[in-house]
């Protein structure tokens, strides 16, 4: 899948699928809602959620680039859903359901270590915020956590690796500016 548009389009129609499958009702905004790629209610709770889409064609080592909107101020009930599409159609993709917190919080983390990361060579990297790519190590936490759908985003534990709670508190890296998280890390962190 060459064009980046029906890489987008497959995982957007694949997320709607996989949300119907587990009593969801899903639309697409078709460009109508700024950072949200699909609407949907829970038809049990009647829970409502925004979700953006970042899909990543089947080539190589698999990462995705969230984008500078990863730090805009998030809501409740805002997500990520990274999906990692498969050639092999008899294989379903791997879709890892993220709070837009972790998604700002693990972005800036991820980045800004590579970025000032004691081996690197200086003035070799200046890559920007915007265009950090996030491998799917950072996101395995949350691989087909639908169910944290269910729940506040703010109130769901951090799946993210313990290697980048560690960073968050270097000088060097830090948290994003303005993140509920730079007073105090959260306490329930059970990433791998």
């Given at each position: 899948m060459a064009d980046r548009r029906l890489t987008g389009a497959s995982g957007e129609?694949?997320?709607c699928y996989a949300l119907a499958r587990q009593g969801w009702v899903a639309t697409l905004t078709r460009e109508g809602l700024e950072r949200t790629d699909i609407l949907a209610v829970s038809t049990v709770s009647r829970r409502m959620?925004?979700?953006?889409?970042?899909?990543?064609?089947?080539?190589?080592k698999v990462s995705w680039m969230p984008g500078a909107k990863a730090f805009t101020p998030a809501f409740d009930h805002e997500w990520y859903v990274f999906i990692a599409l498969t050639r092999d159609?008899?294989?379903a993709p791997t879709c890892?359901?993220?709070?837009?917190?972790?998604?700002?919080?693990?972005?800036?983390?991820?980045?800004c270590n590579w970025l000032t990361h004691p081996d690197a060579q200086p003035g070799t990297r200046n890559t920007k915020l915007a265009q950090a790519?996030?491998?799917?190590e950072?996101?395995?936490?949350?691989?087909g956590r639908w169910d944290l759908l269910e729940h506040s985003a703010t109130s769901v534990p951090v799946l993210l690796p313990h290697w980048?709670?560690?960073?968050?508190g270097e000088p060097r890296v830090g948290l994003p500016p303005g993140h509920p998280w730079a007073s105090a890390l959260p306490p329930d962190w059970e990433g791998p």
């Open positions: 129609h694949y997320v959620v925004e979700l953006q889409v970042k899909a990543a064609a089947p080539a190589g159609l008899t294989h890892y359901i993220v709070p837009r917190f972790h998604v700002a919080a693990a972005t800036w983390i991820v980045h790519r996030i491998t799917a950072v996101w395995s936490g949350y691989e980048v709670r560690k960073r968050a």
